[in-house]
C-alpha cells in the first residue's frame, strides 16, 4: 500500500505561534486559513487561556432578558466559571454583580425568580436588589465595618436581541454588535414571549457549536429533512456577529422576495418576517453572536443557544423557545419538533468532533472558501482575544 505522506503544517506543531501569527492579520481570508489545531478544543491550559482572555474580558451572555423583564427580578449564571446575578431593581434598573456573598463567598441566589432581597443561604446576610447589603445577620462588631461598603460587587451590563450580557471588567468598552445588528429588527423579538428552556450537558468544546452553528456547509449532509434544494445560504461577518440566513432560489412570497433580494444591510430586509413560512426551521435568519450567544430568527418564533464552557471539553448548552402570543400551540409543538431534530443533529456531530480531539488528533484541514469565512471569521476573533493576554 502506498503511504501518503501526511503534511506538517507549521500551525499543527505551533498553536500560539499559528493564532498569533492570525491575530496580527488584517484581511483574514478564508483561503489561507486551515482548521485549527485539536489541542485548541481538547487541551486544559489552552481552555484557561481562553478563560481569561475571552470569558473574563468580553461580554458574556448569561441570560434572557425575559428573566429579568419586570422589577424584583432576578437571574443567575456564569460568565466562563464567575457566578454572575443580574436582577431587574425596585426601580427598573437592570444591574449585575458577582453571585458572591460579601461575608465568605456563598453565591447570595440560584436560579432566576422573583424576589424583594436576596438572603445568602450559608449566614443570612441579606442583600437588595441595588446590591447594598440590607443586613448582616449575627455578624457582631467587626473593626471598621461599614455595611455600606459591602454591598454586592457590580459588573456592567446590557442587553442585545433578548440576551443579557455581561462583562467582568470594571470598565470595558461598550458592547457593540456592530452594522449586522440590523438583522435583527424585521423578527421584532420584544414581541415574543417565553415558551420554553432545554439545557444540555454536552461533551465537547464551546467553540465545535460556535463553529458548527456559523456555517451551513453541513446541511444537506446533516439536516437531510430540510428543504436545501431550494435554497442557498449566504453568511456576512462582521465584529463580534456572523448572519446567515435561508435565501429562496424561487421565492413564493414578499417575506421569500426580501431574503432573496436583499441583505442585512439594505433596507428592503426589513420585509423579511412579513410572511410565517409554511414549514417550521425554513426561511430563518440566524447571529453567531461571539463569544456564546445564538439566536435563529423566523417569522414569529425565535431561539436562542447560550454556552457555558465548564472545562476544555464539556459545555453546558442553554436552549430558549420565544413566539408571537397569535402563534398556536400545534405549531409551537411542530416549530420545537423541527428545532430539536436539527439541534440534536448537531449536538451528535459536535460529540463526533470532540472524541478526535480528545484522542489528541487534528484534522490538518483546509476551510471551504464557499461556505466557512464565517469559521476563519471566529478563529480570528478567538486569535485577537488570545493576543490581548498573551504572556
Ligand atoms: S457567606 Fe453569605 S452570609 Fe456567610
Ligand atoms: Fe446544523
Redesign the pocket.
Known amino acids: 500500500m502506498v503511504q501518503r505522506p501526511q503534511p506538517e503544517l507549521p500551525h499543527a506543531l505551533d498553536v500560539d505561534g499559528y493564532l498569533a501569527t492570525l491575530a496580527g492579520s488584517t484581511d483574514n481570508p478564508v483561503a489561507r486559513a486551515r482548521t485549527l489545531p485539536g489541542a485548541v478544543y481538547s487541551d486544559p491550559a489552552h481552555h484557561e487561556r481562553e478563560l481569561d482572555a475571552v470569558f473574563r474580558r468580553d461580554w458574556v451572555a448569561i441570560g434572557l432578558d425575559h428573566d429579568v423583564a419586570e422589577p424584583e427580578r432576578f437571574l443567575t449564571g456564569f460568565a466562563g466559571t464567575a457566578p454572575v446575578l443580574v436582577t431587574r431593581d425596585e426601580s427598573n434598573q437592570l444591574r449585575a454583580f458577582l453571585n458572591v456573598?460579601?461575608?465568605?463567598?456563598?453565591p447570595?441566589a440560584e436560579g432566576c425568580g422573583a424576589a424583594r432581597a436576596l438572603r445568602?443561604?450559608?449566614?443570612?446576610?441579606v442583600f437588595r436588589l441595588d446590591g447594598s447589603l440590607a443586613r448582616a445577620?449575627g455578624v457582631g462588631a467587626p473593626d471598621d465595618f461599614d455595611p455600606d461598603a459591602y454591598g454586592l460587587f457590580e459588573i456592567p451590563v446590557t442587553t442585545f436581541a433578548r440576551s443579557v450580557f455581561v462583562n467582568l471588567q470594571p470598565d470595558p468598552p461598550a458592547f457593540d454588535p456592530g452594522p449586522l445588528a440590523a438583522v435583527v429588527a424585521p423578527y421584532q423579538l420584544d414581541t415574543l414571549e417565553f415558551g420554553r428552556r432545554d439545557r444540555y450537558e454536552v461533551a465537547f468544546n464551546w467553540k465545535v457549536l460556535v463553529e458548527n452553528y456559523s456555517e451551513n456547509y453541513h446541511t444537506p449532509s446533516i439536516h437531510t429533512q430540510l428543504p436545501f434544494a431550494g435554497y442557498e445560504y449566504p453568511t456576512l461577518c462582521d465584529g463580534r456577529l456572523v448572519v446567515a440566513w435561508d435565501r429562496p432560489l424561487t421565492p413564493r412570497d414578499e417575506s421569500e422576495q426580501a431574503l432573496h433580494d436583499h441583505t442585512p444591510l439594505d433596507p428592503g430586509w426589513a420585509d423579511v418576517a412579513r410572511r410565517q413560512a409554511p414549514e417550521s426551521f425554513n426561511n430563518g435568519a440566524y447571529i453567531t453572536c461571539f463569544p456564546n450567544m445564538m439566536i435563529s430568527m423566523f417569522a414569529g418564533f425565535a431561539a436562542t443557544f447560550r454556552l457555558q464552557p465548564t472545562s476544555a471539553n464539556t459545555t453546558i448548552v442553554e436552549r430558549d423557545y420565544l413566539w408571537h402570543p397569535e402563534i398556536d400551540a400545534e405549531r409551537r409543538e411542530r416549530d420545537y419538533a423541527a428545532t430539536c431534530e436539527v439541534v440534536q443533529q448537531d449536538l451528535d456531530i459536535c460529540v463526533a468532533l470532540q472524541r478526535t480531539y480528545d484522542a489528541g488528533l487534528s484534522a490538518h484541514g483546509v476551510l471551504s472558501t464557499e461556505h466557512e469565512a464565517s469559521i476563519a471569521h471566529i478563529h480570528h476573533l478567538l486569535a485577537r482575544s488570545l493576543a490581548t493576554t498573551r504572556r
Open positions: 456573598c460579601r461575608h465568605r463567598g456563598a447570595v445568602c443561604p450559608y449566614h443570612s446576610w445577620t
